[in-house]
C-alpha cells in the first residue's frame, strides 16, 4: 500500500510538473515546431549512440562480474545487452533514470547466486560511471569559473563535482573496507551485508583501471549524444558546456520524485539552459527528444522481455 501510494505521489509530481510548464513556461505549439524543424539525421546519428553505450556498458558489467571469486559463469555480453535494454523498459514507470537496475539485479541473480551479490555487482558498475560524470562537471566547471563565469550553474557543478568524485574515489578505494570495520557493533547479519560490499568492490579494483577506462569512453558518448541532439536541434551552446551540465541533469534524475524523470529532467534543463539564455522551449524541446528515445528503447526492451521464456 505505501509503495503504491509513493508511486502515485510520482506520478501527480510529474503531471503536475509538465502541466504548469505547459501552462505558464512554454507553447506546446513552438515545441513541436522546433521539433519538427529538426535536422533528423543528426537525430539518429544521437539514437544510434545507444547501441554503442548499450555495448559498452554491458562489456563493463561483464568484466565486475568476472572479477568476483565465487560466481563461476557469467551470462556474456550479448545476454547482458538484452538485460540493459529490458531495464530500459521498466525505467518508463519506474521512479528515476535508474529504477530499471532492479530488472538487472533479478536478471543476474541466477549467476551472482544471491541478491545482495547482484545488487553490490550493478551498484558499483553505476558508481563507476558515476565517479567518472562527477570528474567531467569538476573540471569542466573550474574551467569555466576560471575563465570568469560566475553562474551558479558552475559553482554548482564545482560542488557536485567535488564531493561526487572524491567520494567515488573513496568507495574505490582500501579506506572503504577501514570504514566499515568500524561497523562491527551492528548486528551479525547487518555487518556480514556490509563485508559482502568490501569485498565485491575489492575485487573489482583488480580491474578498475580497464572498468573506468569503458566507463569514460561510456560517458564521453553520453556527453556526444547529448551534444548532438543540442545540435539537430540548432540550440547554441558549445560542445565544452555540455560536459558542464550533463552530469548535473543525469545526477538529478537519480533523485525519486518523478516517473522516468519526467518533469524533473524538464524543468531542470529550463533552469540550465536559462543561464546560457536559450528559451524555455528549446529546453522542454530537448527534454521531449531525450524522452522519445528513452520510450523507443523501452519498447524494444520490453519486447525483448515478452518474449522471454521466464
Same mark, same amino acid.
Given at each position: 500500500?505505501?509503495?503504491?501510494?509513493? !508511486?502515485?505521489?510520482?506520478?501527480?509530481?510529474?503531471?503536475?510538473?509538465?502541466?504548469?510548464?505547459?501552462? $505558464?513556461?512554454?507553447?506546446?505549439?513552438?515545441?513541436?515546431?522546433? =521539433?519538427?524543424?529538426? #535536422?533528423?539525421?543528426?537525430?539518429?546519428?544521437?539514437?544510434?549512440?545507444?547501441?554503442?553505450?548499450?555495448?559498452?556498458?554491458?562489456?563493463?558489467?561483464?568484466?565486475?562480474?568476472?572479477?568476483?571469486?565465487?560466481?563461476?559463469? !557469467?551470462?556474456?555480453?550479448?545476454?547482458?545487452?538484452? $538485460?540493459?535494454?529490458?531495464?530500459?523498459?521498466?525505467?518508463?514507470?519506474?521512479?528515476?533514470?535508474?529504477?530499471?537496475?532492479?530488472?538487472?539485479?533479478?536478471? !543476474?541473480?541466477? #549467476?551472482?547466486?544471491?541478491?545482495?551479490?547482484?545488487?553490490?555487482?550493478?551498484?558499483?558498475?553505476?558508481?563507476?560511471?558515476?565517479?567518472?560524470?562527477? %570528474?567531467?562537471? %569538476?573540471?569542466?566547471?573550474?574551467?569555466?569559473?576560471?575563465?570568469?563565469? +560566475?553562474? *551558479?550553474?558552475?559553482?554548482?557543478?564545482?560542488?557536485?563535482?567535488?564531493?561526487?568524485?572524491?567520494?567515488?574515489?573513496?568507495?574505490?578505494? &582500501?579506506?572503504?573496507?577501514?570504514?566499515?570495520?568500524?561497523?562491527?557493533?551492528?548486528?551479525?547479519?547487518? *555487518? @556480514?551485508?556490509?563485508? @559482502?560490499?568490501?569485498?565485491?568492490?575489492?575485487?573489482?579494483?583488480?580491474?578498475?583501471?580497464?572498468?573506468?577506462?569503458?566507463?569514460?569512453?561510456?560517458?564521453?558518448?553520453?556527453?556526444?549524444?547529448? *551534444?548532438? =541532439?543540442?545540435?539537430?536541434?540548432?540550440?547554441?551552446?558549445?560542445?565544452?558546456?555540455?560536459?558542464?551540465?550533463?552530469?548535473?541533469?543525469?545526477?538529478?534524475?537519480?533523485? &525519486? %520524485?518523478?516517473?522516468?524523470?519526467?518533469?524533473?529532467? @524538464?524543468?531542470?534543463?529550463?533552469?540550465?539552459?536559462?543561464?546560457? +539564455?536559450? &528559451?524555455?522551449?528549446?529546453?522542454?524541446?530537448?527534454?521531449?527528444?531525450?524522452?522519445?528515445?528513452?520510450?523507443?528503447?523501452?519498447?524494444?526492451?520490453?519486447?525483448?522481455?515478452?518474449?522471454?521464456?521466464?
Amino acid at each position: 500500500m505505501k509503495r503504491k501510494l509513493f !508511486t502515485l505521489i510520482k506520478i501527480l509530481f510529474s503531471i503536475i510538473i509538465i502541466s504548469y510548464i505547459l501552462i $505558464y513556461r512554454v507553447s506546446l505549439n513552438e515545441i513541436i515546431g522546433i =521539433i519538427s524543424k529538426s #535536422n533528423l539525421w543528426i537525430l539518429l546519428l544521437s539514437f544510434s549512440l545507444h547501441a554503442f553505450g548499450i555495448y559498452i556498458s554491458a562489456v563493463r558489467w561483464n568484466i565486475i562480474i568476472k572479477t568476483q571469486d565465487d560466481i563461476e559463469k !557469467t551470462p556474456g555480453v550479448f545476454n547482458l545487452m538484452k $538485460y540493459y535494454l529490458v531495464a530500459s523498459y521498466f525505467n518508463l514507470f519506474l521512479p528515476t533514470r535508474f529504477g530499471g537496475d532492479v530488472s538487472r539485479i533479478i536478471d !543476474t541473480k541466477e #549467476n551472482a547466486k544471491t541478491y545482495t551479490k547482484s545488487t553490490i555487482i550493478v551498484l558499483t558498475e553505476r558508481l563507476n560511471g558515476l565517479g567518472i560524470l562527477f %570528474l567531467f562537471s %569538476l573540471v569542466s566547471s573550474v574551467y569555466y569559473i576560471l575563465n570568469g563565469n +560566475s553562474g *551558479y550553474i558552475f559553482k554548482l557543478g564545482l560542488i557536485i563535482g567535488l564531493l561526487g568524485f572524491f567520494g567515488t574515489l573513496f568507495i574505490f578505494s &582500501p579506506l572503504l573496507e577501514l570504514f566499515l570495520k568500524l561497523f562491527g557493533f551492528l548486528p551479525r547479519k547487518i *555487518y @556480514d551485508k556490509l563485508m @559482502d560490499i568490501s569485498k565485491a568492490i575489492k575485487s573489482s579494483r583488480k580491474k578498475l583501471f580497464e572498468i573506468t577506462l569503458l566507463s569514460l569512453i561510456l560517458q564521453l558518448n553520453v556527453i556526444i549524444h547529448y *551534444y548532438l =541532439i543540442g545540435l539537430a536541434l540548432n540550440i547554441d551552446i558549445s560542445f565544452i558546456k555540455y560536459f558542464a551540465f550533463i552530469p548535473m541533469v543525469l545526477i538529478i534524475l537519480i533523485i &525519486p %520524485l518523478s516517473i522516468n524523470g519526467i518533469g524533473l529532467r @524538464d524543468v531542470t534543463l529550463i533552469e540550465i539552459f536559462k543561464q546560457f +539564455s536559450i &528559451p524555455a522551449t528549446f529546453a522542454v524541446a530537448f527534454s521531449t527528444i531525450d524522452l522519445v528515445f528513452m520510450i523507443i528503447l523501452g519498447i524494444i526492451g520490453g519486447l525483448i522481455f515478452s518474449l522471454r521464456k521466464r
